[in-house]
Each structure stands twice: as structure tokens, then as C-alpha cells.
């Protein structure tokens, strides 16, 4: 029989009648749900007005704070003494010796203790969801930082000191850097310095051509660079939010160049921008045609060969996938796999899962709805949004009010250099991964077909970085647990790109670099990785030469190394970096 229930039912798609008041309102929200910000913070007011005791404490907190502010200041009428609170370790915005002079030391320790009560307020109401809680303290956050003494050029030395200096010459520069990044906002252009580092001419200058190209992928194969080669191909799998060139900037800042001086045979996928057109592509497209397409052209390339692919952020995540599938259908074909910066499990997704539920995703479908996709640009907000505080305000004092500019590195132009992402496969993302957790949780399919991370059985790298707001490090470690595979686990030094684009040499090279590995047989990673943490010595440098070293012990055998034959269009080759890396994010 028939469903005979009459009550209309929840449709994941936008109603076209709504569309333009929704649209509205995206536009001018930049993107975030005001309904999700506001159930959010009811949620927390509502309980806490109905918790006396909670509120006592608040207050209680609030009065010892502040004896402990002006004590402070009585000690400080006396000489040097120690703070009264101390700013977490990569919060910099006061560390200039001009912040220790009265009356800004003060300022800034009165804010600091302002910033660890908003802490205490929005964390441990009784009856709040995490979520809410969560997205309360980060609206909270967002505030305070907007509102630190050290944006305001009355109350940040820094500015007033070099305002006197320079004779308001600082404001005057300030003045002219905003003026000109707000008219190439308003006129959709590039940011300035962003033409002196184009594909092909400053970044991505590693030789090679075009060997495949579907709808959605051009895959490049570059020239080898020693005699003989690796007998195992590797295949990169970059994330598609981004272009692939993160892992090949500059010549020193390469990976690619780097992977390819070390005498392997490789492949790198480069995702094409997406328009209008493309809103029905979803997640089994992006798995069939960017990821499984490419593999089958790399073992027709290299005779059959075994392949080491290596996938990075989202890239990372479909790869995963990928090699459960082939696992399941008992396809010998991957030598090993690594992981840079993935998830699979998105259960504890970090910041930005802040953003991630039912009123959000359905915002953002009716966001999407006008176009068939959402702009890169939207997406970059969204990462600047959770990490404002270098991201935006550093911004904001450095080149509006001391009037500095800040130049352009290869890395920042790669940064700003954002695709587009179908409607479809944006929301079944959100969806199925963030939302539900559907792949760590056994759930997801691709054509009707399971894919169970246990069938991953081919040796793991999976490699995180400690300050990573994307994908933090501990839920990246979760994979450890669910594949049934002998597994390297290497924690390093940096955050999401800086702590992946790290040479042992060149501009980009850090002397801080450091990294943690540890080694299990299939599962028996420990349970808890901090446990792991606390016990694992970091070795200093970069880990690169690490993976170097862990894919020779995979490797075979060494062959000789042919020069490589191209896609011809038009009877022409497409030599490297392609043609898809050039679609503008515009449309």
C-alpha cells in the first residue's frame, strides 16, 4: 500500500517561491543562518536564566576577576610584576614590549580576564546541546576579538606610538590600503599582487603534460627527472575546494619537484572549476571521475603497475573512500596510501563544524539555488570567520592602522585563488558526512554500493599537523582505528597548508618544524591519542624527507624512467599545469 499520510513532508531542496526573501537574507548574513545563530544563543540564555546557581557562580567569578585586576594594578604602582592572566601561547596580539607600559598592560590584562570569563559563561549551563554551547562561545569569541584593545588606534601603543613617529602618515597609508581593497571587493577583482604569481609563470612551474582529461579532471604526469624510477607510480589526489598547487609552489617550495627528484613516477590531479552546469554533479561523481577515473589512467600509463596515492584535505577523504571500494571489490591495485590533513570521521570536526547543521546546510542549499554552486569566495570567509583573529584583525592593524602592506607570498595567492562547489555534491557533503556521519559510521554508499573503511587494508600514512582548524588532529587519528591496515601516524609542527607545504629548505622552510610518528600493526593504534601524545618524542625538521624514506621501504624495485607522451588537443600537447588550474572563479 501507499503512504496515506497526508502531512507534507520536509523537502532538502529550496522552494522556488522562497527563494527571494532567502536569497536576501543569505546576502545579507554573508552566508551564516541567523536562525542557527539564534537557536543557538536562546538555547543558552533560556538555560541559563533558569539556573540561579550557575548564575552565582558567573558572578562570583566576575567579582574575583576583578579584585584580581586591581591588585594587579597596585603591584604594578610598585615595579614589574607578574600577570595576573596570561594569553594562550599563539595568541600574539600583546607581546610587543609596548604593551608592558601603563596604562595598555593594563588594558590588556583586563581583557584577557574579560575573555577567560566569556569562556567560563558560555561553557557549562546545564541543559545547553554541545553544539550551542560551541557556537555560543564562538560568537562570543568573534565579539571580543572585534572589541580587543589592540584594534582601536586610541588604545594599541603600537599604532599610537608610530601615529606620532610618522605624523598620522600611518592613517593616511591605512587610509589608501583600505580604499583600494574595498574597490576591488566591490568590483569583484583580485586582490593586489595576485598576477605575479600565476600558474605556469611564478607557481606550478614543475615540467610535465597533460596525459588524461574527463569533465571534471585534467590528470598531469611530470617528466622524470632521474635515469631510472620507482617501479610504483604515485598518484596525488589535492582537495578540491583549492587549486591543486599547494604541492607545487615555487621550485624550492615543491613537493611535487621534490617527490619527483627522489625518483618516482608522478601523477597529479587537477580539479576543474565548476559553473552553473555542473550543480547536478554530486559526491559519486567527484569520487568516480576525479579519483577511480584517474587511477584506471594511471595503471594503463605505468603497465599495470601498483600505485602509492597520496590524497590531500577533502582529496584525502574521497581517496579513503576510493581504496575501501577497491578493497571490497578485491582490487590489488594500491601499493599504499597516504593521507594528508583528512577526515573520515567527522564526529568532532573541529571549528569548522561550528557551521555545520540542519538550519545552516539548508541555508546554504538556498544559497546555492540561484547559481548551482557556492563561490570559493564564500568559502574562504568561512575559514577567515574561524580564524579571525590573524586572519582578519592582524589584517586590520597591520595594514589600515600602522599602514604597512603585507606582501604577497606564493602561498598567500594560492590562498586566494578559491573554486566553486556544485550545489549537489556541496549539500550531500554536508550532509552525509558532516552532518551524519554516515562514511565513519558504515553508512555510505556510492551507487548502492557500501563503503566500509574497514576494507582498507594497504599500508597507511596518515599524516596531521597540531593547529590545524579544518581538520583537527585528533579527529584525523580516528582512521587509525577504523581501517584494518599497518599504519605510520605522523603528527607535525604548522597548521592546515603551512604545516603541509613544508621543505626542508627554501622560503617556506621553518625552523620550528617538528614532527611526532608512531607505528602500529592494523588497529592497534591507542584509543586515546592524547595518551599517544604525551609519550611521543617530536624529532625536529620537516617530515617530508619522513615520507620519502616510508615510501622507498614500500616501493619495489627501480625501472627506467620513459619521457612521457600527452593528451594532443588539436593536435598540440598540454604541457603542465594544464588548462583547468586557469578557470576563473567567476561566473
Known amino acids: 500500500m501507499g503512504n496515506t499520510d497526508d502531512t507534507p513532508r520536509a523537502s532538502h531542496g529550496p522552494e522556488p517561491m522562497d527563494l527571494p526573501l532567502k536569497l536576501w537574507i543569505a546576502r545579507l548574513a554573508n552566508g551564516v543562518s541567523p536562525a542557527a545563530l539564534a537557536q543557538a544563543q536562546t538555547d543558552w540564555?533560556?538555560?541559563?536564566?533558569?539556573?540561579?546557581?550557575?548564575?552565582?557562580?558567573?558572578m562570583a567569578s566576575a567579582l574575583h576577576k576583578t579584585q584580581a585586576w586591581l591588585l594587579h594594578l597596585a603591584r604594578m604602582a610598585q615595579g614589574p610584576c607578574e600577570d595576573c592572566v596570561s594569553p594562550a601561547p599563539q595568541d600574539k596580539r600583546f607581546s610587543r614590549p609596548e604593551w608592558r607600559h601603563w596604562p595598555y598592560h593594563a588594558l590588556a590584562q583586563a581583557f584577557l580576564l574579560q575573555q577567560q570569563w566569556w569562556e567560563e559563561a558560555t561553557h557549562g549551563v546545564r541543559g545547553v546541546s554541545r553544539h550551542h554551547e560551541e557556537v555560543t562561545a564562538f560568537v562570543a569569541r568573534q565579539w571580543l576579538d572585534m572589541l580587543s584593545p589592540s584594534n582601536s588606534p586610541l588604545l594599541n601603543p603600537q599604532v599610537l606610538h608610530?601615529?606620532?613617529?610618522?605624523?598620522?602618515?600611518n592613517l593616511a597609508r591605512g587610509a589608501v590600503n583600505w580604499a583600494r581593497d574595498a574597490m576591488a571587493v566591490a568590483a569583484g577583482d583580485q586582490a593586489r599582487g595576485l598576477q605575479a604569481f600565476l600558474p605556469g609563470q611564478a607557481v606550478a612551474l614543475t615540467p610535465g603534460q597533460v596525459v588524461m582529461r574527463n569533465h571534471l579532471i585534467e590528470l598531469i604526469q611530470y617528466d622524470p627527472a632521474t635515469p631510472t624510477v620507482g617501479r610504483e607510480p604515485v598518484l596525488v589526489v589535492p582537495s578540491w575546494?583549492?587549486?591543486?598547487?599547494?604541492?607545487?609552489?615555487?621550485?624550492?617550495d615543491s613537493l611535487v619537484r621534490q617527490l619527483v627528484a627522489q625518483g618516482h613516477t608522478v601523477f597529479m590531479?587537477?580539479?576543474?572549476?565548476?559553473?552553473?552546469?555542473?550543480?547536478?554533479?554530486?559526491?559519486?561523481?567527484?569520487?568516480?571521475?576525479?579519483?577511480?577515473?584517474?587511477?584506471?589512467?594511471?595503471?594503463?600509463?605505468?603497465?599495470?603497475?601498483?600505485?602509492?596515492?597520496?590524497?590531500?584535505?577533502?582529496?584525502?577523504?574521497?581517496?579513503?573512500?576510493?581504496?575501501?571500494?577497491?578493497?571490497a571489490r578485491g582490487d590489488k591495485g594500491l601499493r599504499s596510501v597516504s593521507l594528508l590533513a583528512a577526515q573520515v570521521d567527522f564526529q568532532e570536526p573541529g571549528e569548522l563544524g561550528l557551521f555545520i547543521d540542519e538550519s545552516q546546510i539548508a541555508f546554504l542549499e538556498d544559497l546555492m539555488a540561484e547559481r548551482g554552486y557556492l563561490d570559493g569566495q564564500r568559502m574562504a570567509g568561512a575559514f577567515q570567520l574561524i580564524n579571525s583573529k590573524d586572519l582578519v584583525w592582524s589584517k586590520l592593524v597591520h595594514?589600515?592602522?600602522?599602514?604597512?602592506?603585507?606582501?604577497?607570498?606564493p602561498l598567500r595567492a594560492?590562498?586566494?585563488?578559491?573554486?566553486?562547489?556544485?550545489?549537489?555534491?556541496?549539500?550531500?557533503?554536508?550532509?552525509?558526512?558532516?552532518?551524519?556521519?554516515?562514511?565513519?559510521?558504515?553508512?555510505?554508499?556510492?551507487?548502492?554500493?557500501?563503503?566500509?573503511?574497514?576494507?582498507?587494508?594497504?599500508?597507511?600514512?596518515?599524516?596531521?599537523?597540531?593547529?590545524?582548524?579544518?581538520?583537527?588532529?585528533?579527529?584525523?587519528?580516528?582512521?587509525?582505528?577504523?581501517a584494518r591496515a599497518p599504519a605510520s601516524f605522523v603528527l607535525c609542527s604548522g597548521g592546515h597548508n603551512v604545516g603541509i607545504v613544508s621543505p626542508p629548505d627554501g622560503p617556506l622552510a621553518s625552523q620550528q618544524a617538528a614532527y611526532r610518528?608512531?607505528?602500529?600493526?592494523?588497529?592497534?593504534?591507542?584509543a586515546n591519542p592524547q595518551a599517544w601524545f604525551a609519550q611521543a618524542r617530536p624529532q625536529a625538521g620537516s617530515w617530508w624527507p619522513h615520507w620519502f624514506r616510508w615510501l622507498a621501504a614500500h616501493s619495489s624495485r627501480q625501472v627506467k624512467a620513459r619521457p612521457v607522451k600527452g593528451l594532443r588537443l588539436r593536435g598540440r600537447p598540454v604541457p603542465a599545469p594544464g588548462t583547468y588550474v586557469f578557470n576563473a572563479n567567476t561566473g
Do not use: F
Open 45 to 58: 540564555w533560556l538555560h541559563l536564566a533558569a539556573s540561579p546557581t550557575r548564575q552565582a557562580q558567573l
Open 162 to 169: 608610530e601615529t606620532l613617529r610618522t605624523g598620522g602618515a
Open 241 to 252: 575546494i583549492m587549486k591543486y598547487y599547494i604541492l607545487d609552489l615555487t621550485p624550492e
Open 269 to 327: 590531479v587537477s580539479w576543474r572549476n565548476p559553473d552553473s552546469a555542473d550543480a547536478g554533479l554530486g559526491m559519486d561523481d567527484y569520487l568516480r571521475l576525479g579519483v577511480l577515473d584517474a587511477l584506471s589512467a594511471v595503471r594503463e600509463r605505468c603497465a599495470g603497475a601498483d600505485i602509492h596515492a597520496m590524497g590531500y584535505c577533502l582529496g584525502g577523504t574521497l581517496l579513503a573512500m576510493a581504496a575501501a571500494l577497491l578493497g
Open 399 to 409: 595594514e589600515y592602522l600602522m599602514g604597512a602592506r603585507t606582501p604577497v607570498t
Open 414 to 482: 594560492w590562498n586566494a585563488d578559491a573554486t566553486r562547489l556544485p550545489a549537489r555534491m556541496h549539500s550531500e557533503y554536508l550532509r552525509r558526512l558532516y552532518l551524519h556521519n554516515d562514511l565513519a559510521e558504515g553508512r555510505y554508499r556510492v551507487d548502492g554500493e557500501p563503503v566500509n573503511l574497514d576494507e582498507i587494508r594497504v599500508p597507511l600514512y596518515v599524516l596531521a599537523t597540531e593547529r590545524d582548524h579544518v581538520s583537527p588532529w585528533t579527529s584525523v587519528y580516528k582512521l587509525l582505528r577504523l
Open 517 to 526: 610518528v608512531g607505528e602500529w600493526a592494523p588497529r592497534e593504534a591507542p
